[in-house]
């Protein structure tokens, strides 16, 4: 076997071994929760201050091991996929959902050294290390089953979140027109209502727009019941297609002893 294989046995998620790829995928995925939590404890001035070169350090070396992972997968990616050529493997790669988000995970990183950008921009995008926690998409079942769960029931989502929409519009332009003149300050414009209206359709009620007059009250009760209907749409759809793809799981996971019909674990 080349070296290239043997490599490559490190990092296929299908055809991976047994032992190296567990190895390498408990490390990336454990690199890649300390980077997040890292992320989070560096909002706080006091801790920031005192571990600065620490950060620094652990930013550098998830920098190295990020940019190793994304050169190996492209250089591997003409063995992951056989029935490619090697550009179009290696593009195939590049041009995936998890591909843009191991190259996203470390551009930010080098765009500074390419190019001359403002700070304020630099900052933003160091935000986009955030996108680093998409990576453990690929070492957890869970969130491929999530991800399957989701391209299943886009349709159904899209047809619920556009009826949500249209519910939304309604609700906040008869709003702005039943209250607008006895609240111009609250209800200024569709806009200002529609905040009004996410709040009420979500049964959130944050209770900074509210309306005063009897006919606002009576919509707004309207309303509120309507979102609980639809706003909870999208969670039935979602719900029911997790169920299923979790019981499909439970039967391709399930072996029967040919022997004693019992399930092998």
Request: glycine fraction near 4%; charged fraction near 20%; aromatic fraction near 12%.
């Given at each position: ?5 043997k ?29 997040v ?20 350090y ?23 996929y ?7 493997a ?30 304020r921009?630099?900052r933003?995008?160091?935000?986009l ?14 969130l491929?089953i999530i ?23 309604l ?25 009004w ?15 005063i ?14 979102g ?13 297609a997790?169920?299923d ?21």
């Amino acid at each position: 076997m080349s070296f290239k294989k043997k490599v490559s046995l490190y990092f296929d998620d299908e055809r991976g071994n047994t032992f190296g790829d567990v190895i390498v995928e408990h490390f990336i995925s454990a690199l890649i929760i300390v980077n997040v939590i890292a992320i989070v404890l560096e909002s706080y001035n006091s801790i920031y201050t005192q571990f600065q070169t620490f950060f620094t350090y652990l930013e550098i070396f998830s920098i190295i091991v990020f940019t190793l992972e994304y050169g190996i997968r492209i250089w591997i990616a003409d063995i992951i996929y056989p029935q490619l050529s090697k550009t179009k493997a290696r593009l195939k790669y590049a041009t995936s959902f998890i591909g843009i988000i191991d190259l996203v995970s470390i551009l930010p990183f080098y765009l500074p050294f390419i190019f001359k950008i403002d700070l304020r921009i630099v900052r933003v995008l160091r935000l986009l290390r955030l996108l680093r926690i998409l990576k453990l998409n690929r070492h957890f079942k869970s969130l491929n089953i999530i991800r399957s769960v989701v391209n299943r029931t886009k349709n159904e989502i899209m047809v619920t979140a556009f009826l949500v929409f249209i519910l939304l519009i309604l609700a906040s332009t008869i709003m702005f027109n039943i209250e607008n003149e006895a609240q111009p300050d609250a209800f200024q414009n569709i806009g200002e209502a529609m905040w009004w209206a996410v709040a009420t359709l979500t049964t959130v009620g944050y209770g900074d727009i509210y309306p005063i007059t009897g006919l606002g009250k009576l919509m707004s009760a309207i309303i509120a019941l309507l979102g609980i209907g639809f706003v909870a749409l999208p969670t039935g759809i979602i719900s029911s297609a997790y169920i299923d793809e979790i019981r499909k799981t439970k039967a391709t996971d399930t072996c029967i002893c040919p022997h004693c019909n019992k399930e092998i674990e």
